[in-house]
């Protein structure tokens, strides 16, 4: 059930109540009976019946629509903005950028105060942390990573290549020729050869 606002102009600084019920919490009615109690008139109440996630939320939809910067949104506890902890974090989020308090009577966390602030300041960067985790995994699901399953630096000669280049300094070629032919440094040369050797 959701209880519409009267059609009177919200003045700055207006109450809105915000009620969901949920599995194992306090009754919806026992919610507006508390945010009542806690200064919201009845007709800025907003609720939602629902625990289903993959329904809309009316209710806190349009709380959001009504609500304006300077406006202060109360719930009983933090956990009633949402219904997983990303939804807590992006409601939080989103009433932060839009300048609407939001005070919750459990936790006391109020944040027009420097203390609620900051807690609340923390809950919209948890929002945004999540988004950019979000991102950087949806990014590597499109573009994987190159198979990485050997341990250290990639070798830079092929075995082929390595056995050439035995083979030309068996018969007297210098390094720096080697090397040349082969198209790497001396350095590079040195370390394949000494690898070869060492797996012999």
Do not use: C, W
Request: aromatic share 2%; no cysteine.
């Amino acid at each position: 059930m959701i209880m519409k606002p009267g059609t009177t102009t919200a003045s700055p600084g207006m109450l809105l109540g915000y009620a969901r019920a949920g599995a194992g919490r306090r009754s919806l009615e026992s919610q507006i009976d508390e945010l009542t109690d806690g200064g919201v008139e009845p007709n800025r109440i907003y609720s939602d019946n629902i625990a289903d996630l993959t329904t809309a939320r009316p209710g806190l939809s349009a709380l959001l629509d009504y609500a304006r910067a300077g406006d202060t949104t109360v719930v009983v506890g933090i956990d009633r903005l949402g219904r997983t902890i990303d939804e807590v974090f992006v409601t939080a989020r989103e009433l932060a950028r839009r300048h609407i308090g939001i005070r919750s009577l459990d936790e006391g966390v109020d944040s027009t105060e420097v203390a609620g602030g900051m807690i609340v300041g923390v809950l919209a960067s948890l929002a945004e942390l999540d988004d950019e985790n979000r991102s950087v995994r949806q990014s590597r699901a499109t573009h994987p990573r190159p198979d990485s399953t050997a341990v250290g630096r990639p070798r830079a000669l092929d075995d082929d290549q390595v056995a050439l280049a035995e083979r030309m300094r068996a018969r007297g070629d210098s390094v720096p020729t080697i090397a040349t032919r082969l198209g790497v440094s001396r350095a590079t040369l040195y370390r394949s050869l000494a690898e070869r050797r060492s797996v012999r």
